[in-house]
């Protein structure tokens, strides 16, 4: 059975979850008292104290995967705090984690309710409630869910049930063409 220990990264906060096929074992939040705002130069140092606050975690949930939800560019910039800071974030973290099994994920992937694969189909979930409340929902349909306590742990704990269903379905189709 696969741990996927899963991250939500933000320059505030960051949600970090363990979770397996059984359900949710552990969710934490890292909390920041103070946003970066549009202090790119900020980024870094935030960067540095988000990695030194995964590197214990890292080392003790036990895990076979790490997951981070990474950044896809859109073609605008509607955002410009997150258009330049995510993808520095992202990058850096990606940096601190190498050494272990890293797959990064899109919002878009997992989240997107235009996309016949995303995390919400199988369980049934309204696709017209809002972001926060489909996660809320979905949350009630994973075993020990109600352990994320707020959004940035539920969007962690997302990224890993759509890693694990991803890999299970990808396992059962490896086996099939096996036999073939």
């Known amino acids: 059975m696969i741990r996927v220990l899963a991250i939500d990264p933000g320059t505030t906060y960051t949600g970090v979850a363990l979770v397996d096929e059984r359900g949710v074992s552990c969710c934490q939040t890292i909390k920041f008292l103070q946003p970066c705002g549009l202090d790119n130069a900020a980024i870094f140092d935030r960067a ?22 990474g950044w896809k560019y859109y073609g605008s910039i509607a955002n410009e705090n997150s258009a330049t800071q995510t993808p520095i974030l992202v990058g850096w973290l990606a940096r601190e984690l190498r050494g272990e ?60 049930v759509y890693y694990i269903r991803e890999h299970n379905r990808l396992e059962k189709t490896r086996k099939v063409e096996k036999w073939n």
């Open 48 to 69: 540095e104290q988000i990695a030194e606050r995964l590197a214990p975690i890292l080392a003790t949930w036990k895990h076979d995967v790490v997951v981070m939800e």
């Open 101 to 160: 099994n890293l797959h990064p994920q899109s919002s878009s992937q997992v989240f997107n309710k235009k996309d016949p694969g995303n995390i919400y189909r199988p369980f049934g979930i309204d696709l017209d409630k809002p972001n926060e409340k489909r996660l809320a929902d979905l949350m009630r349909k994973i075993p020990d869910g109600e352990k994320a306590k707020d959004e940035h742990q539920r969007s962690a704990v997302a990224h890993a």
